[in-house]
């Protein structure tokens, strides 16, 4: 056997600055470093929409017909507003449930996903069995003020024909006129006096239209009679006519990626490296 005739030492120096140059090209990809490129457009205004949903006992009566099959007035309105929530991507959307209690079930969000499958969990008695609609107006006012440049809308659904809480809803939309928010109101169920077919063991009483009417003015808003699915439809759309709100704008620009140059720059030295050797040894 020829003795091995060892690298000179320039070699040795030159193939261990090849490996620390390709472990540091390898160590900076995979940060993913990036080039910012043009900036994007600032998006486009956006609206605040506050629901407050009524969930009492009564949301349980079967007065409305959807596809045409009997639907309770809570199947009904769940059905409309996970229609409504996926038509107005882009824009914040928050929701408020009500009886007795009100209780914040989803904050402004974007997200129309989330919103959706919150109003999965909606049942009725879920705060309670009666509606307190002046406590409802009152946390979404105190929502409100954690943003108090933003102009939210309020929409208030609710079949009440009176309130049992402890805050007026007259004083608590005269608090929401106060900060320039309106309240747009939209009764549900039948504003007759009686109601034909299964109550369910209720005692039916048809929805206050008067004081719904007295609450919207108050903020110069409207109220809409929900009469029919189509007519929740119609007022859901109308709404979201009103105004907007600009955008949080933060700066977006466009991102190129760098990695691959990198990579590139880190392996191209071995590779010459190790193809000299052969050349080398040959």
Same mark, same amino acid.
């Given at each position: ?7 000179? *030492? ?17 160590? $900076?990809?995979?940060?993913?470093p990036v080039q910012r490129g043009a900036k994007l457009p ?26 045409? *099959? ?26 408020? $449930? ?31 069995? $009666?509606? %307190? ?12 003020g954690k943003q108090p440049q933003r102009k939210p809308i ?58 719904? *009417? ?11 009679? %929900?009469?029919?699915?189509?007519? $929740? ?12 709100? %600009?955008?949080? *704008? ?33």
């Open positions: 056997m020829l003795p091995t005739t060892p690298e000179p *030492q320039w070699q040795r120096h030159l193939q261990r600055a090849v490996f620390a140059w390709l472990w540091l090209c390898l160590t $900076v990809a995979i940060a993913q600032d998006l486009p205004p956006e609206r605040d929409i506050l629901l407050l949903v009524d969930v009492s006992i009564s949301m349980t009566l079967t007065d409305y017909t959807l596809d045409g *099959q009997p639907r309770s007035r809570m199947e009904v309105l769940k059905t409309l507003l996970h229609d409504f929530a996926n038509r107005l991507q882009g824009e914040r959307l928050g929701m408020i $449930v009500f009886a007795e209690n009100p209780y914040l079930l989803v904050p402004l969000t974007r997200d129309p996903t989330l919103v959706q499958s919150q109003l999965q969990r909606l049942t009725p008695t879920l705060a309670g069995r $009666v509606s %307190a609609v002046g406590d409802a107006i009152t946390l979404a006012l105190k929502e409100a309020f929409v208030l659904f609710t079949d009440a024909d009176e309130s049992i809480g402890r805050v007026d809803p007259e004083a608590a939309a005269a608090l929401a006129a106060e900060s320039k928010i309106p309240l747009y109101t939209i009764a549900i169920g039948s504003t007759a006096a009686t109601m034909t077919g299964d109550t369910g063991g209720l005692v039916y009483q048809p929805v206050n239209l008067a004081l719904l *009417q007295a609450l919207s003015e108050r903020t110069g808003a409207k109220t809409y009679q %929900a009469g029919d699915a189509q007519a $929740v439809e119609q007022a859901l759309a109308d709404i979201t006519r009103q105004h907007q709100n %600009a955008a949080e *704008q933060i700066s977006r620009y466009e991102q190129q990626p760098l990695y691959h140059w990198l990579l590139l720059a880190g392996l191209l030295p071995l590779m010459l490296w190790q193809l000299w050797q052969r050349r080398a040894n040959t």
